[in-house]
Protein backbone atom coordinates (compact mmCIF):
# COMPACT_ATOMS: atom_id res chain seq x y z
CA UNK A 1 0.00 0.00 0.00
CA UNK A 2 1.16 3.50 -1.02
CA UNK A 3 0.81 5.91 1.89
CA UNK A 4 2.84 9.74 1.36
CA UNK A 5 3.41 11.84 4.41
CA UNK A 6 3.76 16.00 4.09
CA UNK A 7 4.57 16.96 6.84
CA UNK A 8 8.14 17.47 7.41
CA UNK A 9 9.25 18.80 4.34
CA UNK A 10 10.78 21.20 2.58
CA UNK A 11 13.34 21.96 5.17
CA UNK A 12 17.33 22.98 4.97
CA UNK A 13 18.78 19.87 3.10
CA UNK A 14 15.53 18.62 1.12
CA UNK A 15 16.99 18.44 -2.72
CA UNK A 16 14.76 20.41 -4.86
CA UNK A 17 13.77 17.45 -6.93
CA UNK A 18 12.25 15.54 -3.97
CA UNK A 19 9.93 18.42 -3.07
CA UNK A 20 8.73 18.86 -6.94
CA UNK A 21 8.55 14.69 -6.93
CA UNK A 22 6.12 15.44 -3.49
CA UNK A 23 3.95 18.44 -5.35
CA UNK A 24 3.22 15.99 -8.78
CA UNK A 25 2.34 13.31 -6.21
CA UNK A 26 -0.30 15.23 -4.97
CA UNK A 27 0.56 17.63 -1.85
CA UNK A 28 -0.30 21.12 -3.16
CA UNK A 29 2.44 23.57 -3.12
CA UNK A 30 1.08 25.79 -0.24
CA UNK A 31 1.20 22.99 2.10
CA UNK A 32 4.14 21.58 0.87
CA UNK A 33 6.16 25.16 1.06
CA UNK A 34 5.48 25.99 4.74
CA UNK A 35 8.21 26.33 6.98
CA UNK A 36 7.45 25.57 10.96
CA UNK A 37 8.71 28.93 12.57
CA UNK A 38 8.62 29.13 16.26
CA UNK A 39 9.31 32.87 17.69
CA UNK A 40 10.16 33.13 21.17
CA UNK A 41 8.30 36.37 21.29
CA UNK A 42 4.96 38.12 19.67
CA UNK A 43 7.25 40.44 18.17
CA UNK A 44 9.21 38.30 16.39
CA UNK A 45 6.04 36.08 15.68
CA UNK A 46 4.65 39.07 14.23
CA UNK A 47 7.62 40.16 11.96
CA UNK A 48 8.00 36.18 10.96
CA UNK A 49 4.26 36.58 9.67
CA UNK A 50 4.75 39.68 8.07
CA UNK A 51 7.78 38.63 5.94
CA UNK A 52 6.80 34.46 5.88
CA UNK A 53 3.10 34.82 4.56
CA UNK A 54 1.25 31.81 3.95
CA UNK A 55 4.88 29.98 3.04
CA UNK A 56 5.03 29.53 6.80
CA UNK A 57 3.15 28.70 10.21
CA UNK A 58 4.45 30.68 12.94
CA UNK A 59 3.61 30.15 16.73
CA UNK A 60 5.05 33.00 18.99
CA UNK A 61 5.86 31.61 22.97
CA UNK A 62 5.72 34.07 25.31
CA UNK A 63 3.02 36.55 25.15
CA UNK A 64 3.32 39.90 25.29
CA UNK A 65 1.74 40.11 28.56
CA UNK A 66 3.77 38.04 30.16
CA UNK A 67 7.67 39.28 30.99
CA UNK A 68 10.27 37.79 28.85
CA UNK A 69 12.72 37.28 30.99
CA UNK A 70 11.03 34.83 33.36
CA UNK A 71 8.51 32.79 31.01
CA UNK A 72 6.54 29.29 32.06
CA UNK A 73 7.17 27.06 29.57
CA UNK A 74 4.09 25.13 28.64
CA UNK A 75 4.26 21.81 27.83
CA UNK A 76 3.23 22.58 24.29
CA UNK A 77 6.56 24.70 24.01
CA UNK A 78 8.74 21.20 23.67
CA UNK A 79 6.32 19.95 20.69
CA UNK A 80 6.10 23.11 19.10
CA UNK A 81 9.70 23.80 19.28
CA UNK A 82 10.36 19.97 18.34
CA UNK A 83 8.62 20.02 15.12
CA UNK A 84 10.08 23.23 14.31
CA UNK A 85 12.33 24.47 11.07
CA UNK A 86 13.07 27.56 12.45
CA UNK A 87 13.37 28.87 16.04
CA UNK A 88 14.43 32.59 16.09
CA UNK A 89 15.22 33.96 19.20
CA UNK A 90 15.80 37.33 21.14
CA UNK A 91 18.80 36.33 22.25
CA UNK A 92 21.52 38.89 24.84
CA UNK A 93 20.18 36.54 27.35
CA UNK A 94 16.70 37.14 27.46
CA UNK A 95 15.07 33.97 27.37
CA UNK A 96 18.57 32.39 29.13
CA UNK A 97 15.99 31.23 32.21
CA UNK A 98 13.54 29.33 29.94
CA UNK A 99 14.49 28.56 26.44
CA UNK A 100 17.91 26.43 26.56
CA UNK A 101 15.79 23.37 28.51
CA UNK A 102 13.21 23.73 25.84
CA UNK A 103 15.70 23.83 23.42
CA UNK A 104 17.76 20.61 24.89
CA UNK A 105 14.60 18.73 25.82
CA UNK A 106 12.91 19.73 21.98
CA UNK A 107 15.83 16.97 20.65
CA UNK A 108 15.37 18.46 17.10
CA UNK A 109 18.69 19.33 15.83
CA UNK A 110 17.40 22.09 12.87
CA UNK A 111 17.04 24.28 15.78
CA UNK A 112 19.84 23.74 17.77
CA UNK A 113 22.04 26.70 18.96
CA UNK A 114 24.40 27.27 16.02
CA UNK A 115 22.33 25.43 13.52
CA UNK A 116 20.87 26.34 10.00
CA UNK A 117 17.52 26.35 11.61
CA UNK A 118 18.60 28.97 14.77
CA UNK A 119 18.37 32.86 14.12
CA UNK A 120 19.45 35.01 17.07
CA UNK A 121 17.77 38.11 16.28
CA UNK A 122 20.32 40.26 18.30
CA UNK A 123 23.20 40.01 15.67
CA UNK A 124 21.98 42.90 12.93
CA UNK A 125 20.10 45.49 15.57
CA UNK A 126 21.28 48.45 17.34
CA UNK A 127 21.83 47.11 20.94
CA UNK A 128 21.83 49.82 23.87
CA UNK A 129 23.52 49.99 27.29
CA UNK A 130 26.34 47.32 26.72
CA UNK A 131 27.98 46.61 29.86
CA UNK A 132 31.99 48.51 30.14
CA UNK A 133 32.86 46.72 33.03
CA UNK A 134 32.55 43.23 34.79
CA UNK A 135 29.09 42.66 34.68
CA UNK A 136 27.70 39.44 36.61
CA UNK A 137 24.18 38.13 36.91
CA UNK A 138 25.02 37.58 40.60
CA UNK A 139 24.91 41.34 40.55
CA UNK A 140 21.01 40.94 39.74
CA UNK A 141 21.22 42.51 36.59
CA UNK A 142 19.24 40.69 34.02
CA UNK A 143 20.97 42.84 31.27
CA UNK A 144 24.61 41.26 31.53
CA UNK A 145 24.60 41.44 27.53
CA UNK A 146 22.96 44.89 27.04
CA UNK A 147 19.48 45.85 26.65
CA UNK A 148 17.44 43.06 25.05
CA UNK A 149 14.42 44.92 24.54
CA UNK A 150 15.69 46.51 21.43
CA UNK A 151 12.97 45.30 18.94
CA UNK A 152 11.17 48.76 20.25
CA UNK A 153 13.12 50.76 17.88
CA UNK A 154 11.19 50.25 14.45
CA UNK A 155 14.39 50.13 12.73
CA UNK A 156 15.25 47.66 14.76
CA UNK A 157 12.24 45.98 13.66
CA UNK A 158 13.04 46.63 9.43
CA UNK A 159 16.72 44.82 10.73
CA UNK A 160 14.96 42.09 11.77
CA UNK A 161 12.73 41.49 9.24
CA UNK A 162 15.26 41.52 6.70
CA UNK A 163 17.13 39.30 8.83
CA UNK A 164 14.32 37.07 8.77
CA UNK A 165 13.73 37.37 5.19
CA UNK A 166 17.09 36.08 4.52
CA UNK A 167 17.29 33.27 6.81
CA UNK A 168 13.33 32.11 5.52
CA UNK A 169 15.31 32.47 1.70
CA UNK A 170 18.29 30.20 2.70
CA UNK A 171 15.97 27.51 4.33
CA UNK A 172 13.51 27.78 1.22
CA UNK A 173 15.06 29.46 -1.45
CA UNK A 174 11.70 28.41 -3.84
CA UNK A 175 9.91 31.05 -2.86
CA UNK A 176 12.61 33.61 -2.17
CA UNK A 177 10.29 36.37 -4.89
CA UNK A 178 7.48 36.08 -2.25
CA UNK A 179 9.80 36.69 0.68
CA UNK A 180 11.75 39.50 -1.13
CA UNK A 181 8.00 41.01 -2.06
CA UNK A 182 6.63 40.93 1.60
CA UNK A 183 9.61 42.18 3.13
CA UNK A 184 9.47 45.36 0.66
CA UNK A 185 6.17 46.00 1.69
CA UNK A 186 6.54 45.79 5.00
CA UNK A 187 9.27 48.42 4.86
CA UNK A 188 7.19 50.90 3.14
CA UNK A 189 4.16 50.34 5.65
CA UNK A 190 6.72 50.66 8.07
CA UNK A 191 8.20 53.96 7.20
CA UNK A 192 4.88 55.71 6.24
CA UNK A 193 4.00 55.05 10.07
CA UNK A 194 7.42 56.20 11.29
CA UNK A 195 6.78 59.23 9.32
CA UNK A 196 2.92 59.53 11.49
CA UNK A 197 4.92 58.25 14.98
CA UNK A 198 7.47 61.04 14.43
CA UNK A 199 4.67 63.61 14.05
CA UNK A 200 3.11 62.65 17.05
CA UNK A 201 5.83 62.53 19.05
CA UNK A 202 7.45 65.72 17.83
CA UNK A 203 6.16 68.38 20.61
CA UNK A 204 7.45 66.15 23.61
CA UNK A 205 11.26 65.73 22.69
CA UNK A 206 13.47 65.84 25.45
CA UNK A 207 10.17 65.20 28.13
CA UNK A 208 11.44 63.66 31.34
CA UNK A 209 10.06 60.19 32.19
CA UNK A 210 9.64 57.26 34.67
CA UNK A 211 10.03 53.52 33.83
CA UNK A 212 9.69 50.55 35.65
CA UNK A 213 11.88 48.03 34.43
CA UNK A 214 14.84 49.18 31.62
CA UNK A 215 12.55 47.98 28.73
CA UNK A 216 12.42 51.05 26.56
CA UNK A 217 15.85 52.77 25.70
CA UNK A 218 15.53 51.84 22.37
CA UNK A 219 12.55 53.20 21.58
CA UNK A 220 13.17 56.75 24.01
CA UNK A 221 16.15 57.10 21.79
CA UNK A 222 14.42 56.81 18.59
CA UNK A 223 11.14 58.90 19.65
CA UNK A 224 13.38 61.97 21.45
CA UNK A 225 12.11 61.10 25.38
CA UNK A 226 14.79 60.79 28.12
CA UNK A 227 13.73 58.33 31.03
CA UNK A 228 15.88 59.34 34.14
CA UNK A 229 15.14 56.75 36.68
CA UNK A 230 13.30 53.28 37.12
CA UNK A 231 11.05 52.32 39.60
CA UNK A 232 13.52 49.30 39.76
CA UNK A 233 16.88 49.36 41.32
CA UNK A 234 18.11 47.13 38.97
CA UNK A 235 16.66 45.10 35.85
CA UNK A 236 15.14 42.07 37.45
CA UNK A 237 15.35 43.29 40.94
CA UNK A 238 12.04 44.31 43.07
CA UNK A 239 11.09 48.03 44.31
CA UNK A 240 12.96 48.84 47.40
CA UNK A 241 11.97 51.40 49.71
CA UNK A 242 14.71 53.19 50.21
CA UNK A 243 15.54 53.33 45.88
CA UNK A 244 11.76 54.38 45.85
CA UNK A 245 12.50 57.63 48.46
CA UNK A 246 15.49 58.15 45.78
CA UNK A 247 12.75 57.91 42.84
CA UNK A 248 10.62 59.86 44.39
CA UNK A 249 13.23 62.62 44.79
CA UNK A 250 14.64 62.66 41.36
CA UNK A 251 11.34 62.96 39.99
CA UNK A 252 10.53 65.95 42.11
CA UNK A 253 13.79 67.68 41.39
CA UNK A 254 13.68 67.46 37.75
CA UNK A 255 9.76 68.02 37.29
CA UNK A 256 8.87 64.54 36.12
CA UNK A 257 5.20 63.58 36.03
CA UNK A 258 5.15 60.77 33.73
CA UNK A 259 5.86 56.57 34.83
CA UNK A 260 5.59 53.51 32.01
CA UNK A 261 5.30 50.47 33.18
CA UNK A 262 4.79 46.91 31.52
CA UNK A 263 1.53 45.12 32.10
CA UNK A 264 3.34 42.58 34.10
CA UNK A 265 4.38 44.82 37.26
CA UNK A 266 2.75 45.09 40.29
CA UNK A 267 1.43 49.13 39.73
CA UNK A 268 1.43 49.69 43.91
CA UNK A 269 4.73 50.98 43.79
CA UNK A 270 4.11 53.31 40.55
CA UNK A 271 0.68 54.71 41.87
CA UNK A 272 2.95 55.60 45.36
CA UNK A 273 5.09 57.41 43.59
CA UNK A 274 2.79 59.33 41.05
CA UNK A 275 0.60 60.46 44.35
CA UNK A 276 3.88 61.73 45.89
CA UNK A 277 4.55 63.79 42.98
CA UNK A 278 1.66 64.51 41.85
CA UNK A 279 1.93 62.50 38.10
CA UNK A 280 0.50 59.56 36.20
CA UNK A 281 1.29 56.26 35.75
CA UNK A 282 0.83 54.32 32.26
CA UNK A 283 0.66 50.84 31.34
CA UNK A 284 1.93 50.91 28.43
CA UNK A 285 2.85 46.98 25.80
CA UNK A 286 6.43 46.70 25.73
CA UNK A 287 5.34 43.54 22.70
CA UNK A 288 2.71 42.46 20.59
CA UNK A 289 -0.06 41.21 22.77
CA UNK A 290 0.65 43.75 26.04
CA UNK A 291 -2.15 45.26 25.24
CA UNK A 292 -5.18 44.52 23.21
CA UNK A 293 -5.04 46.75 20.40
CA UNK A 294 -0.93 46.41 19.84
CA UNK A 295 -1.75 43.23 17.84
CA UNK A 296 0.56 43.19 15.88
CA UNK A 297 4.43 44.74 15.20
CA UNK A 298 2.91 48.23 13.91
CA UNK A 299 -0.21 48.41 15.91
CA UNK A 300 2.62 48.19 19.01
CA UNK A 301 4.32 51.31 17.86
CA UNK A 302 0.39 52.74 17.23
CA UNK A 303 -0.61 51.95 20.60
CA UNK A 304 2.54 53.10 22.67
CA UNK A 305 3.17 56.02 20.65
CA UNK A 306 -1.01 57.09 20.89
CA UNK A 307 -0.90 56.29 24.28
CA UNK A 308 2.12 58.01 25.54
CA UNK A 309 1.46 61.12 23.16
CA UNK A 310 -1.81 61.46 24.66
CA UNK A 311 -0.70 61.31 28.41
CA UNK A 312 1.84 63.73 27.24
CA UNK A 313 -0.65 66.23 25.95
CA UNK A 314 -2.66 66.31 29.12
CA UNK A 315 0.84 66.65 31.35
CA UNK A 316 2.79 69.55 29.20
CA UNK A 317 -0.08 70.91 27.86
CA UNK A 318 1.65 71.21 24.13
ZN1 LIG B 1 14.69 43.39 30.68
Do not use: C
Not at 37 to 59: N, P
Not at 99 to 122: E, F, H, M, T
Not at 251 to 261: E, N, P, Y
Request: aromatic share 8%; glycine share 8%.
Amino acid sequence: MFSFKVPTFPSAGVPAAMVLAATLLGATPAMAAQLKVVATTEDLASLAREVGGDKVSVVGLAKGYQDPHYVDPKPSFIFEVSRADLLIVVGRELEIGWLPPLINSSRNAKIQVGANGYLDASLTVKIMEIPTGQITRAMGDVHPQGNPHYWLDPENGRRIALAIKNKLTQLDPADKATFDARYADFDKRLAEAEKRWDATMAPYKGTKIVSFHRSWPNFVDRFGLNVVAYVEPKPGIPPSPAHTIDVIGEMKAQGVKLIIVEPYFDLKTPKAIAAQVGGTVLVLAPSVGGQKDASDYIKLFDYNVGTIAAALKQITGK
